[in-house]
């Protein structure tokens, strides 16, 4: 087994290979993964490494692990993970996880990002090529140790299906919400915007419904957001844009529309591309209520500490740390419990 120190080093090291490559004026490997996945566009990308890059700086990494016993020594488990793409390199975690624990992944890449992770499983082994023995990349999973799978709550049923009999850590749909007060800034609220539009909107950590204590402060979210107005010249997202905005006026469903975003009143927490949700609660119970019924559901909570405790600042959605886990459920402590 590959010591600890060496593990960590080696993860490090990735994170100089990656700051490197965001210092290119011109990045083939952007390009190449944008062919493969339209919503992977070059600044999402460059987004995406940023975030790569922060965690794998060593002082992150080594606050994150200092809580943990990696282990030194004995056989390593087969870990089977089913990874997700629909963000950029958003399985790297996962990878990260498995290895720093001293064991072996055996990944299913999504079609949709394969590019971005193969590069990163291939910096990762030239730079400690002890590795090899722990890497792989499977179309079949079968017989593993354990799994870690994240889908959807359809799939997530056959997840338990085929792999509830082994050890395993299945994350479902999750989301976040932000909350409104009426008081913030013009700079709150157009951070707030990083958090609705950065990756068209497809991330767990992606705003897709606000709280607000009444309707009229939405002319001026709608307003300040305009400086995000390019979002709407993806073809995707427009055509995502046009169908939602469609059914709304045939059905007669009352909506805001600044020419890229519809506003529409729901008590639902997921909302499709383009369109962001959002509910007027009443006083702070009434949010304290309509939050904490569904935190199962939801991944952050992004406001005021003041307003809501553990909220996440503006703008501060997707710069999650290590330890910032999917679905709240800490991936290394079960890793390391196997």
Known sequence: MISPERRIQAFVRLGHKVKDLLKEEENGLFFRAQNQNNWFTLENCKRAFEGLAFMLEEKSIRAWLEKYKLPKEGASKDVGVLMAGNIPAVGFHDLACVLLSGHTISAKLSSADTVLMKWLIDQLLSLEPSFESNIHISEMLKAKDAYIA?????????????????????????????????????????????????????????????????????????????????????????????????????????????GFLLLKEDSQLVSPISVLFYEVFDGEEELERLISSQLDKIQCVVGNTEVFKGAIPFGKAQSPSPEDYADGEDTLKFLLSL
């Open 150 to 258: 994240t889908g959807s709550d359809n799939s997530s049923r056959y997840f338990h299906y085929y792999f509830g009999k082994y050890p395993s850590l299945i994350r479902q749909n999750r989301t976040s919400v932000a909350i409104l007060t009426g008081q913030e800034t013009d700079q709150e609220i157009l951070d707030l915007g990083k958090d609705v539009f950065l990756y068209f909107g497809l991330g767990c950590r992606n705003v897709s419904k606000i709280f607000v204590p009444n309707a009229d402060i939405l002319e001026r979210v709608l307003g300040l957001w305009e400086v995000y107005s390019s979002v709407g010249d993806h073809h995707k997202y427009h055509n995502n844009y046009e169908y939602n905005k469609s059914i709304y006026l045939v059905n007669s469903e009352p909506h805001l529309d600044n």
